[in-house]
Structure formats: structure tokens, C-alpha cells
């Protein structure tokens, strides 16, 4: 279901939908009440949900939607604003799914490919997700990249936890991995596969021995929610400065820093060029941007790259991790969460060829195992982790080394 408040925007991206053979649209309305009505009337899986509509708004209609319904997959679609960034984050904390930024001109709408693909790719994904969810078997399929429409990529995320929203992801997605069954397995035990696509246990590294010099966290889909949960367990007095990079566009990584600094009360920075790292402080790659780290005498001070995008995204975890690399080598923590695509994971060999390590979060609890996956069944992790776990392991590594 297609919801915006304008008949051509309506029409452009029903249009834009239907060129895929996997996607159908079943009904399309103008506002949040006429969208819950349409609920009950189609077998809707995925809407595309704008914010700002006369009658019900998409704020106010989310959380009614998915009350009528609670597996329904809500992208919402908005022009990027900070006012409707703050909306959106508060549609993600309501139990939406996803948010695209929409171009803002019906002219820009209808020729933005990187638009009308990646809206695609979130559809399909979420589609499969809920039919996952319903135990309904779902075949890989061939997701177009944004950047590289010929390269497959099978559909993405696990089941959606009820009330862990996700945000914008700009990575093509992973393999779906298949969820280790039973209880969370203690640290540095194998996990068996449930289901074919994984051959073997995931196998583990050793824990770290020495203390890290710096905390290095990569997420996409589902990463501002497990952020916050990390963050806000972690608390401050952590000596480590902690860099994230987040797969988000410009203004978005603005609200998310003062976000993860009222939910966590870590002094949390958007990084700018030439910001001094500082112990205890948590410092957001800005959207549009790489963010990568580099020695001024005795300071690491930030660079911010406008070079390509990488794993087709910028922010992109691969060159953050690199240039870490050459300033901390062995003395690097890596934490990889819930995301989709493989952004983390070449950067994540690297830290380990250095002496790093490299932490990921588990399957059940992530949005999409697309990012922790990779770097997981790659055999680079001392540790895959449930979200709750995360924030008790990284204080226990950073404090003193793990036994």
C-alpha cells in the first residue's frame, strides 16, 4: 500500500514499484485513516507511509496501523527535514520499519533511480521478513543494488522484534543467515545452523587480552534502536572514545547523536573535520560522509571523506576501520550490529590480521543479520552476541582484559 496525500507522488512511486515482477501494489490512498481502513480490505504486507497528510497524518496513523495489524512492514516517506527527521525517529521508536528519504520534487521523484531502487529493495526485504515472521518459506531472490543494478543479493532481513524499528540502511542486502536455534550460546562456543545455507557452527576467535585503546561500532537497518540499547547500558566512564558509523543521510546523523546523548548520557558529537577524539566520548560519522580517523602529533583528530561510496553506502564502516587500523592496530574493539549488506565485514578482516577483534550481534535479536552475519560466519568474532549482552561485554573488554 502506497499512502501520500498527493496523487502524482501516489502515482509515481506505485509506478516506480510495479516495474518490479516481485512487487504489487494493491490499493494506494491519501491519508492515515483511509490507510488503517484499508487494512482490513487487502492483504497488505509492506506501506509506504508519508508523514505530513491531512484527516490522519502518518504519525498518528502508525501506531494504529500496527495495532490493527502487528506484523505490518511501515516504510515511512518523507521529504529531509529536520523537522520530519525528529518524526521519523519517533515513527521508528512507534514500530515503523524503515524511512526513505523522498525526493522533493514529483520531477526529482521520477528521475532519482537510486530513489526508486533502494525503495524497492526495503519492500522486497520487509516483504520477505513478514513472511518469515508467518513461518512462510521464502525463496532468494535478486535484490538490485543502487549502485550496481546486475549484482544479486538475496532478500534480507530476519523478523522484525515487535517495537525494534529500524532506520535507513543505503547497503544492498546479505544473505539471510540462518538463526542458531535454542538459548544464546555462551561466549566463544559454536552455534549449530537451523536450517540449510549454513554448513558448519560459527567458529570463534579468542577473546581479547589487552585493553582497547578504541571502540569501533558499524550498524544499518535496525542500528539507531540497538544503538540507543547499547548505549544508554554502556552509561559513561568508559576511558575509550567510541566512533560509530551508521548508515544514515545528512540531518539524520544530526538528530541521532543528540538522540544517543539524552538516551545515554555519553557526550556524543555528529563528528566534524578536525574533532579531537576524546576518552569517553561518542562521536556519529555525518551522513554524506566517511568518517575516518588520522594522527595530528599526539591528537587522533577526525578526516571526513567525500570520496565514493563503498559496499554502496557513505558513511561506509570499511574505511573507518582502516584508517583505525594505522593509528591503534591489535588495540581496536570492533562491535558490528543489526544491518543490512556486508559494510564491516573487509575492514572487520583487516582489524583482526591486525590483532583486533571483532564482536557481532546475534541473529534473533537483529532487524536484518545481514552486517553481523557476514563478519560472524566469517569466523572473525570472539563473541555473537544478543543485544542485552552487548553493552556487559564491551564494559567487562574495555575495563579489563576479558578472561
Known amino acids: 500500500m502506497v499512502c501520500d496525500d498527493s496523487a502524482v507522488i501516489r502515482g509515481l512511486i506505485s509506478r516506480n514499484l510495479e516495474t518490479d515482477p516481485e512487487i504489487h501494489v494493491v490499493t494506494t490512498v491519501s491519508n492515515g485513516q483511509m490507510a488503517l481502513?484499508?487494512?482490513?480490505?487487502?492483504?497488505?504486507?509492506?506501506?509506504?507511509?508519508?508523514?505530513?497528510?491531512p484527516v490522519m497524518d502518518g504519525l498518528?496513523?502508525?501506531?494504529?496501523?500496527?495495532?490493527?495489524?502487528?506484523?505490518?512492514?511501515?516504510?515511512?516517506?518523507?521529504?529531509l527535514t529536520r523537522r520530519n527527521a525528529e518524526i521519523s525517529m519517533k515513527a521508528l521508536a512507534a514500530g515503523a520499519a524503515d524511512y526513505l528519504a523522498k525526493p522533493t520534487t514529483s520531477m526529482a521523484l521520477n528521475a532519482a533511480a537510486e530513489f526508486k531502487t533502494e525503495l524497492a529493495a526495503k519492500v522486497k526485504a520487509l516483504g520477505a521478513a513478514r513472511r518469515r515472521a508467518?513461518?512462510?518459506?521464502?525463496?532468494?531472490?535478486?535484490?538490485?543494488?543502487?549502485?550496481?543494478?546486475?549484482t544479486p543479493t538475496p532478500p534480507g532481513p530476519a523478523p522484525r522484534p515487535f517495537g525494534a524499528p529500524t532506520m535507513p540502511g543505503h547497503a544492498p542486502a546479505a544473505p539471510a543467515i540462518a538463526r542458531p536455534v535454542g538459548a544464546p550460546a555462551p561466549i566463544g562456543a559454536a552455534r549449530p545452523a537451523s536450517a540449510p545455507g549454513v554448513k558448519a557452527p560459527l567458529s570463534f576467535r579468542a577473546a581479547p587480552t589487552e585493553i582497547p585503546e578504541i571502540i569501533a561500532i558499524g550498524s544499518s537497518t535496525g542500528g539507531p534502536?540497538?544503538?540507543f540499547a547499547v548505549l544508554s547500558a554502556l552509561k559513561p566512564g568508559l576511558a575509550q572514545p567510541i566512533v560509530i558509523t551508521q548508515h544514515m543521510p545528512a540531518t539524520f546523523t544530526t538528530i541521532l547523536a543528540e538522540h544517543i546523548e539524552r538516551a545515554s548520557?555519553?557526550?556524543?558529537?555528529?563528528?566534524?573535520?578536525?574533532?579531537?577524539?576524546?576518552?569517553?566520548h561518542v562521536y556519529v560519522a555525518p551522513g554524506e560522509f566517511h568518517m575516518t580517523i588520522e594522527a595530528q602529533g599526539a591528537q587522533k583528530v577526525v578526516k571526513l571523506l567525500k570520496t565514493p561510496p563503498e559496499n554502496y553506502c557513505r558513511p561506509s564502516v570499511d574505511p573507518m576501520l582502516r584508517s583505525l587500523i594505522k593509528l591503534y592496530a591489535r588495540r581496536i574493539f570492533t562491535v558490528i550490529l543489526t544491518g543490512m549488506g556486508q559494510d564491516g565485514l573487509r575492514g572487520g578482516e583487516a582489524v583482526v590480521a591486525a590483532g583486533g577483534s571483532v564482536i557481532a550481534q546475534d541473529e534473533a535479536t537483529s532487524v536484518v543479520w545481514g552486517m553481523p552475519g557476514a563478519v560472524a560466519t566469517a569466523g572473525l568474532c570472539s563473541a555473537?552476541?544478543?543485544?542485552?549482552e552487548i553493552a556487559p561485554y564491551i564494559r567487562k573488554v574495555a575495563t579489563r582484559a576479558a578472561s
Request: with cysteine; charged share 10%; aromatic share 0%.
Open 37 to 53: 481502513n484499508a487494512l482490513s480490505r487487502h492483504p497488505i504486507e509492506v506501506c509506504i507511509l508519508d508523514i505530513e497528510m
Open 60 to 79: 498518528t496513523a502508525l501506531p494504529k496501523m500496527i495495532a490493527a495489524q502487528p506484523d505490518l512492514q511501515v516504510v515511512m516517506a518523507s521529504t
Open 134 to 150: 508467518a513461518g512462510i518459506a521464502v525463496p532468494h531472490s535478486n535484490l538490485s543494488s543502487a549502485a550496481a543494478s546486475a
Open 225 to 227: 534502536q540497538a544503538l
Open 265 to 280: 548520557g555519553i557526550p556524543t558529537h555528529e563528528a566534524a573535520e578536525g574533532m579531537v577524539l576524546q576518552g569517553g
Open 384 to 388: 555473537v552476541l544478543p543485544l542485552a
